[in-house]
Every structure is written in C-alpha cells, then in structure tokens.
C-alpha cells in the first residue's frame, strides 16, 4: 500500500492548523531560510582568508574577514532566535487548537462512542499523541526547511566552486530515497502500535487512581502493579522498535553520503594537485561538504519524528472526525407536557438484546417506577427518552412528536436526570447544582433547590459554605450527600420531565424519607420516570411497570399489583424478608 498521497494529505491538513497564526509561522520560515541561506558564507570566507589573506605581512593584515565572522554570526543568532521561538509558538498554538477541537467533538460524541472506549484511550489522545504532533509540526518544519536549504544552498556553492564534482554528490539522492521511503512504512506501523500502549498505560494509572480505596482493602497493590509493569513494558517495547528502526536507518544512509564525499575529496585532491583548484578553493570545499553532514544526519533522523507525527495526526483527526450526534430534527420542543410513547421498541447493546417489543404509553404528569430484576432493560429504557441511544426497531414519541424529529437540545432542555452513578465536578457545592446551562439562575433559586433536597443541612457545616470545594467527583462529600447534590440539580432545572435512574439508592432511611417528601412535591405537574430497587420507595407513584428478560410483564399501582399476587408480589415480599424495605 502507497502511504505517500496519504502522509501528504495528513501532514498538509495538520499544517492547515497553523493557517491562524500564519504571520508568525511566515517569520519563523524566512527566520530559517535566511539563516540555512548563510551556511555557504563560512567556506566562502575561509576561502578568501586563505588564497589573499594567508601569509600576508602583519601590518598588512585585513580586519574584514574577523569583523564580517563576527557580524556573521550575530546576524544567525538573530535568525535563529527568531525561527526557533517563532516556531515553538505556533506549535504550541496548534496543540492547543488540536485539544480543544478534540474536547469540543469528544463531549458531542453518542453514549455509544464510550462504551467502546476506555478514558485513558482517550486522555492518552490528549497528552501523548498531541506532544508527538508538535514535535513533528516543531523538529519535523525546522529541519525540512533549514537543513533543506542548507543543502541546496552548499551544493550551490560546491557547483560554483567545482561543478563536475558537486555533481556527483547528485548521485547518492535517489539510493538515500529509496531506503528512507522503505523504512517509513514501518515506523508508522510501530508509531500505531506505540500510541495503543501508551492508551492502556493511561488506562491502567487511571482505574488504579479511581479505585485506590479498592485496591487497598481488597489487597490488589500486586495485581495492579502487575498489569502496569505489563502495559509499560508494551510501551517500552515499541518505543524500543521504533528507535532500533531510526538508528538503523541513520548509520546506512551517512555511510552512503560518507562514501559519496570520500570519493569527491579524493577527486578534489586530484584537481588540486593538477593546478585546477587553489588552495583556498580546496579548503573551502572541504569545508562546505564537511557542513554537509550535520543537516544529511538531521534530515535522515527526521523520518522518525515525521512517521510518529503523522501516526499521531491520525489518531487526533480521527477523533476529530468522529461523527457527532445527530442534531435531530427541526423541530422545537417548547414546553413539553411530558406525553411520553414507546411503539415497538426494541433495543440492543450488539448483538445482546435488552428491550424486547416494548410498548408502553406514559400520560403527561404521570409518574411511572420501572422495577424489576438487574439487567431486565430498566434503565436501557429511560435512556431512550433523552435519546442517549437509539432503538434498533420502534420509536419513542414526547407529546405526540417522534424524539428524532425534536432538536436534541430543545429535547434534552425538557429533561431532568438523576443517574445511579452520580456525576459531581471539581467545583464548589454551588457550581455543581447550578451547572452548565443553569449558571445564570438566581442565587435564591439555587438555595431554594439546595433546601428542597436537603442539602444546605450538611453545607452549613463545610467550612465555605455553598463555595466549598468538593474535590474530584465530590470525594469529600458522602454519598447520600453526593446524590442529594445531583436531585438538588435536578430540582433546580425544574424541567417538565423527571428520569431517576436509582436516585435515592445512596441515601440512609431517614435522608431517603425527606428525599421522597422532596420528590413527592416535584413530582406533581411533571411527568416521572423512576427506576428504582427499593419498592417501599416507590409506593406512592400512579403505576408500577414490572420489566423481566427485556419485556414488560406486569403494571399497575403498588395495591394492584401486590393482590395479582404476580412478579412485583413476589419482589416485594423478597424484599421485606431480607430487610431492605425502610422500617423493616
């Protein structure tokens, strides 16, 4: 396979990036073609100094050629500083444009993206791959650029000096191509292989960090050490791989180049001795061919960088390029009543089917408990409503309108939701109720929630207050506080539908009480959907939906269903046995 049209297309698009801050790069590139431009002006110096200066008496000695060295090279060193910190800027500019154009397209992804991917997969994209692509965009221009025209520029001068030998060095391109074209496919291949590594590094840091209480009282420091060993000895692996590769590589293509001037110099000795060169004109093409080594070495190198680069650039743009979720339809969802259908619905994680022909049809303010045994399809099917997945067969309908002929946001904008795995930020109490889209709602409101949901109890005593920092996922909050936050949120949005997916299942029996006093007011007026484990905190709703295997097999209120002596009958009185209902 021919990677050349594709490795162009990728390093032109990653360049596109730098289009913003072109000013800069411009100067950087004039920087680096001016100072590569002056390499021919050293050999050209000695030149003089030796065929007019050399052997002169002392009185007649010239002050130009030490003057014009020394303006020489504060000229560089100006050039340099120009090109080096002109570059770096906008390298730095491009990798922060390349995160937060991944960040932006990463939050807009499906649930269904996440689920195949692990979050250090995804950091790793964010930190190791986007410092590869700088170095390409940094080491990979400077060399391409400088080196290159230090070539042209001292083969110029050699051709000017001693064209029939300067020739010959012409000769050596095409072996050096074919090698390096040979070894690039290569390096991105271990590049690839490299980067995945590096993901399961992160992966494997960040479940050890999130778990460490587990890990501790389970005793897992071992295993967990283990699988890091094995995940960082992949990476030293492949980095390996890629080295041994590049070094490789380097000693063959200087040893052709070395040959190819070996020969030239004897050449040039030749003339020399027959009278065709003076000795000023021999030193200073020995000089420049002697400069022509270091940028050779450099531009043979830069295969490495370049072939990581662009690995990198792919896993970036893919990203990148990742198809976000569907915006829906055109259809605006005002204030939705909160009629709630689902037609046919069937649902499926693969080729694992979780929702079987469900239809069911849910009045506007109704309040409906969704219960039965784990991984019967309960909460597969609230996630339906907010359209965090799509059902294979069926549809779901709010208030007559199918939910992807709604605007996602305006769909999203009519929903609550209080998940089992509370979501908190590392914020204070504040910014986490009054999150995202609710920060512009007035303080008294917000407090007003933070009452309903009895959290202002504990916040009193936090030494700021409501501006108290709760740490990372709220780790020094409890967790009945951390889910009263998440219902006090909920509260605030006040949104016409209500989806509480295990809201209350962190909470002791007395918090669990107020919860539901809490809920029992915001309930009216608004459609609820609530999954829920604990029965006894579902007595109050209008029905109860039993839901087995996928399927829906029971429903009806909570005296209903206890005479049918059915399903739920049975739950129930499992659960009063085994004392998990309050007062039990």
Request: aromatic fraction near 6%.
């Amino acid at each position: 396979m021919n990677q050349t049209p594709r490795s162009t297309a990728l390093y032109l698009r990653l360049l596109s990036h730098a289009k913003p801050h072109r000013v800069i790069f411009l100067w950087s590139l004039l920087g680096m073609t001016a100072l590569a431009a002056t390499e021919w002006v050293l050999p050209a110096l000695l030149r003089h100094l030796v065929d007019h200066e050399f052997g002169v008496e002392l009185g007649r000695l010239s002050l130009a050629i030490p003057l014009a060295l020394v303006a020489l090279f504060a000229a560089r060193g100006v050039m340099g500083y120009v090109a080096t910190v002109g570059l770096s800027s906008v390298a730095q500019r491009v990798m922060m444009d390349l995160r937060a154009r991944m960040f932006r397209n990463l939050v807009a992804l499906p649930a269904s993206f996440f689920d195949h991917r692990t979050a250090g997969e995804l950091l790793s994209k964010f930190t190791f791959d986007v410092t590869q692509v700088a170095q390409a965009a940094t080491h990979c221009v400077t060399v391409l650029v400088k080196d290159s025209v230090v070539i042209v520029a001292l083969l110029a001068y050699l051709m000017f000096l001693n064209w029939r030998l300067a020739v010959f060095l012409l000769v050596l391109g095409p072996p050096v191509a074919w090698l390096i074209q040979r070894v690039s496919q290569r390096l991105r291949a271990m590049s690839r292989r490299l980067q995945g590594s590096m993901g399961e590094v992160n992966a494997v840091a960040e479940e050890a960090i999130g778990g460490h209480r587990d890990v501790k009282i389970f005793g897992g420091q071992a295993y967990e050490a283990g699988r890091f060993d094995h995940a960082i000895n992949n990476a030293r692996k492949f980095q390996m791989k890629v080295i041994a590769t590049s070094a490789a590589t380097e000693p063959l293509v200087q040893m052709l180049i070395a040959l190819g001037i070996g020969t030239m110099m004897v050449f040039a000795l030749r003339e020399a001795a027959a009278g065709s060169m003076t000795r000023g004109d021999f030193v200073s093409f020995v000089t420049a061919t002697a400069l022509l080594l270091p940028p050779v070495k450099r531009l043979t190198s830069v295969n490495e960088y370049l072939q990581r680069g662009l690995a990198a650039a792919e896993s970036i743009f893919g990203l990148i390029d990742e198809a976000a979720e569907p915006a829906g339809g055109d259809r605006l969802l005002e204030r939705a009543r909160g009629e709630i259908v689902f037609e046919g619905v069937t649902h499926a994680y693969g080729e694992h089917t979780v929702l079987d022909g469900i239809d069911l049809h849910i009045r506007a303010g109704e309040s409906v408990a969704f219960v039965g045994p784990s991984g019967g399809g309960k909460t597969s099917l609230v996630n339906l409503v907010p359209r965090f997945y799509v059902p294979q067969h069926g549809r779901v309908l709010i208030d007559g309108h199918p939910v992807d002929t709604l605007k996602l946001e305006s769909l999203r904008a009519a929903i609550g939701y209080v998940g089992q795995h509370v979501v908190l930020f590392n914020d204070s109490v504040y910014n986490n109720i009054a999150y995202g889209a609710l920060r512009d709602m007035p303080r008294e409101k917000v407090e007003a929630a933070a009452d309903a949901a009895f959290v202002s109890d504990f916040v009193r005593a936090l030494p700021a207050g409501f501006d108290t920092m709760i740490g990372d996922d709220g780790l020094r909050l409890s967790g009945g506080q951390r889910q009263r936050l998440a219902i006090a949120r909920a509260l605030l949005k006040d949104a016409p539908i209500l989806i509480l997916d295990e809201a209350t299942s962190a909470l002791d029996a007395d918090s669990e009480r107020r919860i539901q006093q809490a809920l029992g007011v915001l309930r009216q007026g608004r459609t609820c959907l609530i999954v829920a484990h604990r029965l006894s905190t579902i007595e109050g709703v209008d029905r109860i939906v039993v839901i087995e295997g996928g399927r829906i097999v029971e429903q009806g209120t909570h005296r209903e269903l206890i005479a049918r002596g059915g399903a739920y009958a049975r739950l129930y009185a499992m659960q009063r046995e085994s004392g998990e209902l309050i007062g039990s």
